[in-house]
């Protein structure tokens, strides 16, 4: 029986000629992922355990970004132990206030991940690595722990869906919005434990950083992976990036999966994800009238290059809606300075929003951008569920940056093209 993508990367990772949906394997792992949440959890397993050393200095990451600048005494608390254990260990991808980023835009950037990979963090959201034809899925922080004592990990071979994409992306559609479209049409469990494999022509019509955008979000449809096959964006991307040897997997003809969906792009219009679920999709076309308080461009789904881009697209020129808060996160330090370089910056501040160092804070609801009761926003990041950016009683609709930045103008959901044709 032929393989899937990510079938083959934990078979040559276990050591294995072949593997079958359901087998359990022991894998060697690449990189090692941990935050300022779920890494003190883990360096409390690893004393437990014994472990005096990291298996591998450079083979472990840990990045302080989710509370980070530190919010109150507990956060700071939180990134002591982090910061110690890592100088302590000799652990050379370490990254604090200065030249960290949200984990998940940075090691790609650092280039700490290549094709063939078998990454795992705990952080759910570790599955992004995808994009690059790398199997990473998000563990808990005792498996962190394991982990980096050992370089290994036990996994359960997962079965795949295979999504066959054609056509070309029309205006302003973006990656985001295609993974909206894909949750909602199959819901938050269709891919329960199972591999979200991006083949088809369609592919080569989504960027780098849409297809992290995508990668990103296969675990809001319950995913184990999503996985992209590697073609010339993606060896251009990791040619730029990292000095790193890589491998690049594709699907055997034969390989078998649970479903076979075939998505064509140019049909998908802008989609915003309604509360309190990311399936819970509409079209721009069908949101309604939906009035917003705050809007959110940003984090580990859509806080690279490209989206700060577009946001500044339709804010440039143009006013924030009076009432309206806008917060926009950088992924990255490199990106927030192109970003300077490029004028958006001061395109985003000119048009009334604030911009900050990278963070997790706000698309967590942790800091810097909480909502209060009955409050809405407009947000680039990937959950929504309730209180998950405040107070209970809030709502977070979630789009793509060309959505939230036209949505900011006019202080309610909006079609970016509707921004454009009003002038």
């Known amino acids: 029986m032929g393989m899937t993508m990510t079938q083959k990367i934990l078979a040559e990772h276990a050591g294995l000629g072949s593997v079958e949906p359901g087998q359990l394997i022991e894998a060697d792992l690449d990189m090692v992922l941990g935050n300022d949440i779920t890494a003190p959890v883990a360096i409390r397993e690893f004393r437990k355990m014994g472990a005096d050393k990291v298996f ?3 083979k472990v990451a840990l990045v302080l970004d989710h509370f980070t600048p530190n919010k109150d005494i507990k956060a700071a608390e939180q990134c002591r132990v982090v910061k110690e254990f890592a100088l302590d ?8 206030v200065g030249e960290m ?5 940075l090691l790609p950037e650092k280039g700490l991940v290549v094709p063939g990979d078998l990454v795992i963090g705990a952080d759910s959201h570790t599955c992004t690595y995808g994009a690059l034809g790398a ?5 808990g922080s005792t498996d962190m722990a394991a982990g980096m004592a050992t370089g290994k990990c036990w996994f359960k071979v997962p079965p795949a869906i295979k999504f066959v994409l054609t056509g070309k992306p029309t205006g302003w559609v973006s990656g985001k919005d295609i993974i909206l ?5 199959i819901g938050v469990d269709g891919a329960l434990y199972k591999s979200m494999e991006f083949v088809g022509d369609g592919v080569s019509h989504i960027s780098m950083d849409g297809r992290f955008t995508m990668a990103n979000m296969a675990i809001e449809a319950g995913a184990k992976n999503g996985i992209f096959m590697v073609d010339e964006k993606t060896m251009e991307y990791v040619k730029a990036h990292s000095k790193k040897p890589w491998k690049a997997y594709g699907p055997d ?3 078998v999966y649970d479903e076979v969906y075939e998505i064509d792009l140019s049909k998908i219009r802008p989609t915003v994800a309604f509360p309190h679920l990311p399936s819970n999709t509409r079209t721009v076309d069908e949101a309604g009238d939906v009035e ?11 806080g690279r290059l490209e989206d700060l881009r577009v946001a500044a697209k339709i804010l440039k020129g143009r006013k924030v809606k009076k009432g309206v808060r806008v917060i926009i996160f950088p992924g990255t330090q490199k990106i927030y300075l192109d970003a300077l370089k490029e004028g958006l910056i001061e395109q985003f501040i000119e048009a009334g929003a604030v911009v900050s160092t990278p963070t997790c804070g706000p698309c967590l609801g942790g800091h810097m951008g909480i909502l209060a009761k009955g409050e809405r926003a407009v947000s680039t990041t990937n959950r929504n569920f309730v209180g998950r950016m405040g107070h209970v009683e809030s ?4 789009a793509s940056p060309a959505v939230a930045a036209a949505s900011a103008v006019t202080g309610r959901i909006t079609d970016p093209d509707a921004i454009l044709k009003a002038e």
Request: net charge negative.
């Open 56 to 58: 591998d200095r450079s």
């Open 89 to 96: 260990m000799g652990v050379e991808n370490f990254y604090d």
């Open 101 to 105: 980023g949200i984990e998940h835009c």
């Open 135 to 139: 199997f990473s899925t998000g563990v």
């Open 181 to 185: 479209h894909i949750i909602g049409m």
């Open 253 to 255: 003809s034969d390989a």
């Open 292 to 302: 917003i308080d705050q809007v959110v461009i940003g984090s580990c789904t859509n």
């Open 395 to 398: 709502e977070v609709y979630l």
